[in-house]
């Protein structure tokens, strides 16, 4: 089924040339995942992980990634995950590209590492453009449209896995929203706000360090190694459970 640009067997694609092709691993649609499957697959229970560039990891190398560190804390063999994070990606791109993977990754259970709430994909020709930050597309924009969009794309996540008798985990890049329903959800902390750990109240915490020090990815932009190691191991405290 292709409506527009959407589909539900047919990945959007991305070019991403202008990247460091020896520190991403990306496969022929731009992902930084292995190839996509041309016939069902079965054995393991696929795992699709969808977010922005802290989830793609611009920045960072395979082993700093917090999807590739959750997924070797996790160390369970019966699960095959896929990292489907799109530089600058929305919510909204976040529920296309789900969508798209119903007849090819046949998704068993959904991550989705939340971005900022106020962008928006725009589906214009030739190619949909990524709103972000102070765009002047977004000026009519306010925190309510954004919380509702917010929820919406929230909506539509559950229910694709509704349909496809799915599990859906929630967590987010820099800020958290409130979530309504019964999402599994952690938003103790962020990837922006999980490191550096010293203003935690487990004095017993061994992230509990004090530094003055940024970690930043290599883009100098983006978070660093810390970060994405307490994440991935915030994540496996919170999720491991029920992650199966």
């Known amino acids: 089924m292709k409506f527009g640009y959407y589909s539900d067997k047919d990945l ?11 520190l991403y691993k990306l496969n022929q649609y731009g992902y930084r995942c292995p190839e996509f499957p041309t016939k069902s697959l079965e ?23 917090w999807v590739n560190l959750f997924e070797k804390k996790l160390s369970d063999p019966r699960l095959r995950f896929w990292n489907l ?3 600058g990606a929305s919510g909204d791109l976040i529920v296309r590209i789900l969508y798209a993977t119903e007849k090819i990754l046949f998704p068993n259970i959904i991550l989705v590492c939340w971005p900022n709430p ?16 102070d765009d002047e597309l977004l000026k009519t924009e306010t925190n309510d449209t954004d919380k509702q969009n917010f929820l919406k794309n929230v909506f539509f996540v559950e229910k694709f896995a509704e349909h496809r008798s799915a599990k859906v985990f929630h967590c987010f890049a820099e800020d958290t929203l409130s979530m309504e329903g019964n999402s599994i959800v952690y938003d103790a902390e962020t990837l922006k706000n999980c490191w550096p750990a010293y203003d935690r109240p487990n004095m017993e915490d061994p992230d ?24 991935a191991k915030q994540l496996v405290r919170a999720f491991q459970t029920k992650f199966k």
Request: proline share 6%; charged share 30%.
């Open 85 to 87: 994070g799109q530089p």
């Open 12 to 22: 959007p694609k991305f070019d991403h040339r202008d990247l460091d092709t020896e």
């Open 208 to 231: 509990r360090l004090l530094t003055d020090k940024p970690s930043l990815a290599r883009d100098g932009i983006h978070y660093g190694v810390e970060h994405h190691v307490r994440f």
């Open 43 to 65: 054995g393991k229970k696929n795992v699709i992980v969808l977010g922005c560039s802290h989830t793609f990891g611009i920045g960072s190398s395979d082993v700093e990634l």
């Open 118 to 133: 106020s962008r928006r994909e725009r589906l214009e020709l030739p190619i949909p453009r990524n709103l972000t930050s």
